[in-house]
């Protein structure tokens, strides 16, 4: 019998599997992975901290298509890396996270480092194992990427001992299914008899609108909408995650709804929908404005999803379809072959949501209007572009007013949990998921503060990413639900000022501080076009002041 160690096994089924770059974070656990790293033809990108690799894997999943792997050590390695594993399980993007730990025959020995990994990721992802032998390696990692790229896709955790990792593996178990490293892997289509239900109901519609979330765009089914799209004569809507699922120009495309990213036109086209089609969709509190917008008892709902917990978990459905996106719309469109009739019109709305957005952005106010970033970016950057918004001022001002030209993933968010700090490891992620684009990540200040580290990563790599932060010292989303809802009673919400130009500079990234309007487009072309990282620092009106698409902060 042929062998090789454990750590050996574990890259040559990463390869198995299709995996080209794992993102971590070394520590003494991880020794002999490293080695076997070293040995071979895997791209390894150390980072500064383990939550970062996490969301660097969960922007390259996102881009690509593919199983985002990330790594670290034992320990505090295991409790950093978990906000990107519940971030990517929640968002349905397939990460594979790697901790290695402590011997198998050290445990409960008051080892250093050791905690109980097993119960630690297992509320948190979609599945984990702890290995205990070197020979269970082969058959975990065929496991753990079945189950994070079948059914709803989701994140995975192995817990890799140091001893395991020295052992022996026999050579004829390093086999996988390579589809298996892609997402959706396994298919599942819908029930005929509730495709015909289906469209009883949406035939009899006069106003039909689609909602449809992230799971459009992770199904790639964006040909397929469109098609339904137009047979039905519905438009369509989308979450904040499922931006991309139609080109944003288009006369059937409304554009965000809900609190996040929604405006009042376009809660005035959910409420004039007399059927709603949720297209992977959780029909969550964001879309709905807390199951407000459609109204329950309203608008007959339809709701296709991978997932069959989600139908009629908030709404009453009256027919729910399970399946994956893009075979249940190819069966929806196969049913529905003639023409329903013309698209009931949304363009009075989108035209006055947008002449409000331009009446903001236009003036030379200061400081700085976050519109103007918007508008400015949205005419600098080309229709290929991917742009990551981090959480805070830039998620609802991107959703709303930056229009997505195209379909596919051009722009995302941390959605599921919207922690600070998100966008610019993503952006990194993507970068190297899709190099031939230019990719942009838009945080705020406070996200600056939690995330800069890793700019020495993205200098030493020569990675020609671009940083835009909104400069306002103070953790706005906040404050502006203290102004709304507390009478103004601001409390511990306002930071010092930075000059994050200058911080930047001192990684090595070329970097602009603006201040006035008339300046933004200038250095944003700059920075755009420069064959390095680069930032731009832009102090802007703080988010209470504004009048920012957030439905709670709206009398």
């Known amino acids: 019998m042929t062998t090789l160690a454990g750590a050996e096994a574990v890259v040559e089924m990463l390869k198995a599997h299709g995996v080209e770059i794992v993102f971590g974070l070394c520590g003494d656990t991880s020794l002999p992975l490293y080695d076997a790293l070293a040995r071979n033809s895997l791209q390894h990108v150390l980072t500064r901290d383990e939550r970062h690799a996490a969301y660097m894997a969960d922007g390259y999943a996102r881009v690509t298509g593919r199983v985002g792997v990330c790594e670290g050590p034992s320990g505090g390695g295991a409790t950093y890396i978990l906000p990107g594993l519940v971030e990517a399980n929640e968002s349905s993007i397939p990460i594979l996270a790697i901790n290695t730990d402590i011997s198998v025959s050290s445990r409960s020995k008051f080892t250093l480092t050791e905690l109980d990994q097993r119960t630690l990721m297992k509320p948190l992802t979609k599945w984990n194992a702890v290995l205990d032998r070197s020979a269970d390696i082969p058959r975990t990692f065929r496991a753990a990427f079945d189950a994070m790229t079948s059914g709803r896709p989701g994140s995975a955790h192995i817990a890799l001992p140091f001893d395991v990792q020295n052992g022996p593996v026999d050579r004829s178990e390093i086999w996988a299914d390579p589809s298996l490293g892609s997402y959706p892997s396994r298919r599942v289509a819908p029930d005929p008899f509730f495709i015909e239900l289906a469209l009883k109901v949406l035939r009899s519609a006069k106003a039909p609108l689609l909602i449809c979330g992230g799971g459009v765009v992770i199904s790639r089914a964006e040909a397929e909408l469109a098609e339904f799209a137009q047979k039905l004569g519905a438009p369509v809507a989308t979450t904040v995650s499922g931006k991309g699922?139609?080109?944003?120009?288009?006369?059937?495309?409304?554009?965000?709804?809900?609190?996040?990213?929604?405006?009042?036109?376009?809660r005035a086209v959910v409420d004039a929908a007399d059927a709603i089609v949720f297209v992977g969709c959780r029909a969550g509190s964001v879309t709905t404005?807390?199951?407000?917008?459609?109204?329950?008892?309203?608008?007959?709902?339809?709701?296709?999803?991978?997932?069959?917990?989600?139908?009629?978990?908030?709404?009453?459905?009256?027919?729910?379809?399970?399946?994956?996106a893009r075979l249940t719309l190819c069966a929806l469109n196969e049913a529905l072959s003639e023409r329903k009739g013309d698209l009931w019109s949304v363009e009075a709305k989108k035209r006055e949501k947008f002449a409000a957005f331009e009446a903001l952005a236009a003036p030379d106010d200061v400081p700085i209007k976050p519109e103007r970033v918007v508008a400015e970016l949205g005419r600098l950057l080309d229709d290929d572009a991917i742009l990551v918004a981090d959480p805070g001022t830039?998620?609802?001002?991107?959703?709303?007013?930056?229009?997505?030209?195209g379909t596919g993933r051009r722009f995302f968010s941390n959605r599921a949990h919207g922690a600070l700090g998100y966008s610019l490891a993503a952006a990194v992620g993507a970068h190297l998921g899709r190099p031939q684009v230019k990719t942009v990540a838009v945080m705020g200040d406070g996200s600056f503060g939690m995330c800069v580290g890793e700019l020495e990563t993205v200098v030493r790599l020569k990675l020609p990413v671009t940083f835009v932060v909104i400069s306002n010292a103070v953790y706005g989303w906040i404050k502006a639900g203290q102004k709304t809802g507390y009478g103004q009673r601001y409390f511990s919400v306002d930071f010092g000022i930075t000059d994050h130009a200058k911080v930047a500079d001192a990684f090595g990234v070329k970097s602009w501080r603006v201040l006035e309007p008339a300046a933004l487009a200038g250095v944003l072309k700059q920075a755009?076009?420069?064959?390095?990282?680069?930032l731009v620092d832009v102090v802007c009106q703080p988010l209470h002041e504004a009048k920012a698409p957030v439905s709670e902060w709206v009398a």
């Open 289 to 324: 404005e807390r199951w407000r917008h459609p109204a329950p008892g309203g608008a007959k709902i339809v709701h296709i999803d991978v997932d069959p917990a989600v139908p009629g978990r908030n709404y009453p459905v009256d027919v729910p379809l399970v399946g994956d």
């Open 394 to 405: 830039p998620c609802p001002y991107f959703s709303a007013f930056y229009q997505v030209r």
């Open 528 to 534: 755009l076009n420069h064959d390095g990282p680069t």
């Open 245 to 266: 699922t139609i080109d944003e120009r288009s006369p059937y495309a409304v554009g965000v709804v809900g609190s996040n990213g929604g405006t009042r036109e376009t």
